[in-house]
């Protein structure tokens, strides 16, 4: 609450809606980047052999960065006010075809992603297009 009241803070202060924005900008592409390449493990959801998940959590390696971002991209933003989302729409198209992959990380990690809070954020915004992601 400090660095979130002006009054307070003064020198410090950080404006709560442009951080979210900036935070899940950040995630979003961090997440694109690094779920791009291989990662040992994943693939497990698309296979029906039996211990593929044991497998594939204990091999799953992947940047603390990486981590963050995919437990708390949803948390970030979903604060983000609608006047300034396009960015982070155009973000959210470029890390949908990965959106399996962070599924399987997020399980794989043990925190499954708040998807009801995304769905919610992105329902009232009709210019996206939620076919993108596998949220339905």
Do not use: M
Not at 83 to 102: G, H, K, M
């Amino acid at each position: 609450d400090f660095l979130t009241d002006r009054t307070r803070s003064k020198q410090y202060f950080i404006e709560k809606d442009a951080h979210s924005r900036r935070l899940a900008l950040k995630c979003l592409n961090i997440l694109t980047r690094s779920l791009q390449g291989s990662i040992p493990g994943l693939g497990y959801s698309s296979t029906r052999s039996p211990g593929a998940y044991q497998r594939a959590v204990s091999s799953i390696s992947i940047p603390g960065c990486s981590i963050y971002a995919c437990k708390f991209w949803v948390d970030h933003i979903i604060l983000v006010q609608p006047s300034s989302d396009q960015e982070c729409l155009n973000c959210l198209v470029e890390f949908a075809p990965y959106t399996i992959r962070w599924l399987e990380v997020a399980s794989a990690i043990g925190h499954f992603p708040a998807l009801p809070k995304l769905r919610q954020w992105l329902e009232v915004r009709p210019h996206f297009p939620l076919q993108y992601l596998v949220l339905k």
